[in-house]
């Protein structure tokens, strides 16, 4: 349990780093849960309905997850 609850620390940290540049483009992430390497992620405003989120989502939250947090493996988008 301890270790989830330091991914998901880790995770959330990263997104914090994120959400700047998200923001700026009017768009928002929440982090719905992470279980077993899998981060599923909420995107909101502008963000949600953008035809290049899933583009920001695996190549940019995606990419700086799996680099900065040891066991997350994959990214998914929950609406």
Known sequence: ??????????????????????????????????????????????CGTCPSSTITLKAGIERALTEEVPGITEIEQVF
Do not use: S
């Open 1 to 46: 349990m301890t270790e989830t609850v330091d991914i998901t620390g880790q995770v959330q940290e990263v997104i914090e780093k994120l959400r700047p540049f998200l923001l700026r483009d009017g768009g928002d992430v929440e982090l719905v849960e992470v279980e077993d390497g899998i981060v599923k992620l909420r995107l909101m405003g502008a």
